[in-house]
């Protein structure tokens, strides 16, 4: 591979796994007023998802190989994706968030509507081996920004689904994606509830996985200042 200067030829494989292909293709990104950031291996750019496959020789970009890795180019690529949008289903992924809650609820026992960290739901949606690589945290966090983007939060059997924060979502607890403005974005806990009744927190003595009671809901997610 030519490096950027097109003066050598260096090892593909050593480049791309050694960092240095990353600091080039964000120091791109950055010169292009692209936002990009790295979480658990992958590079974030709303609403792409970047993986290195250094001893493939290439990257994935939302799981499509891409040989073309000069970092301008690539980065043209993620400008184009933001421009377009993402292709998004909020009604599917919804549901599937509404069954792994349920799942959550009924196997620690919790109250119908306790609010349940994204995590544990996480760890439904990868329970079988190699569901985690195939569909990572940073992918289920960015698809929990383009639903709370879409505004949909009514599942089909009426319940709604409520957004939580509380002190977890800066520390481990939280998922962490990029907004379509650039800023980093966290989520911590959901609950599904019945619209005709008022929501409220269950008591953290409920078990792991449960937002203590009286870190409070909102209609959105806590972001980072």
């Not at 950055?30 to 792409?48: F, K, Q």
């Not at 939580?164 to 939280?174: C, P």
Request: with cysteine; glycine share 6%; aromatic share 8%.
């Amino acid at each position: 591979m030519t490096d950027l200067a097109g003066g050598y030829r260096i090892d593909e494989v050593s480049y791309l796994a050694s960092g240095a292909y990353v600091r080039e293709l964000r120091q791109a990104a950055d010169e292009a007023d692209l936002t990009m950031l790295e979480e658990d291996n992958l590079l974030l750019c709303y609403p792409s998802l970047v993986r290195v496959l250094a001893s493939e020789q290439a990257v994935s970009v939302d799981r499509r190989k891409e040989r073309r890795l000069r970092p301008s180019v690539l980065v043209a690529t993620l400008a184009e994706a933001q421009r377009k949008g993402p292709r998004f289903r909020p009604e599917p992924f919804l549901a599937s968030l509404q069954r792994a809650y349920d799942l959550v609820i009924a196997e620690r026992r919790l109250p119908p509507s306790a609010v349940v960290r994204l995590l544990a739901m996480y760890d439904v949606f990868t329970v079988l081996p190699g569901q985690a690589r195939e569909y990572p945290r940073p992918e289920f966090a960015r698809d929990l920004y383009l639903l709370d983007q879409s505004g949909v939060t009514t599942a089909k059997d009426g319940r709604r689904m409520r957004w939580a924060a509380s002190s977890g979502t800066r520390g481990s607890d939280a998922l962490t994606t990029v907004s379509h403005h650039g800023q980093p974005k966290r989520y911590y806990g959901v609950a599904f509830y019945d619209a005709a009744s008022s929501l409220t927190l269950a008591d953290p003595a409920a078990g792991p996985g449960v937002c203590p009671a009286g870190s409070g809901s909102t209609s959105s997610p806590t972001s980072s200042s």
